[in-house]
Nanobody, 120 residues
Framework: QVQLVESGGGLVQAGGSLRLSCVAS????????MGWYRQAPGKQRELVAT???????NYADSVKGRFTISRDNAKNTVYLQMNSLKPEDTAIYYC??????????????WGQGTQVTVSS
């Protein structure tokens, strides 16, 4: 199995910044895609950004120019730098990853989520 542990959430004023981190551990051969999703109260979970292991990075239109996703393959870690935060960015942020297991099966895993609250 694969475990994802997120950190870096918190309370910040509008215009401020936060950096989220997510570390993947467990039994896998390699990691394909790493990404961040978020879910605000009363809304469906939505994509924030994804970063493949090589290839094009994808951002939601609502965060383009403000958020930056990156990854450190040596540390099995994905980051989300969030700048110019707005109250509408308030949500639980979830880390997601697609891995290839040692038996070459694909697996899709989620973290437990970290709360980001932006005050106006």
């Amino acid at each position: 199995q694969v475990q994802l542990v997120e950190s870096g959430g918190g309370l910040v004023q509008a215009g401020g910044s936060l950096r989220l981190s997510c570390v993947a551990s467990g039994n896998f051969y390699s990691i394909n895609i790493m990404g961040w999703y978020r879910q605000a109260p009363g809304k469906q979970r939505e994509l924030v950004a994804t970063i493949p292991n090589g290839g094009k990075i994808n951002y939601a239109d609502s965060v383009k120019g403000r958020f930056t996703i990156s990854r450190d393959n040596a540390k099995n870690t994905v980051y989300l730098q969030m700048n110019s935060l707005k109250p509408e960015d308030t949500a639980i942020y979830y880390c997601n990853t697609e891995v290839i297991h040692r038996d070459f099966r694909f697996g899709d895993y989620w973290g437990q989520g970290t709360q980001v609250t932006v005050s106006s």
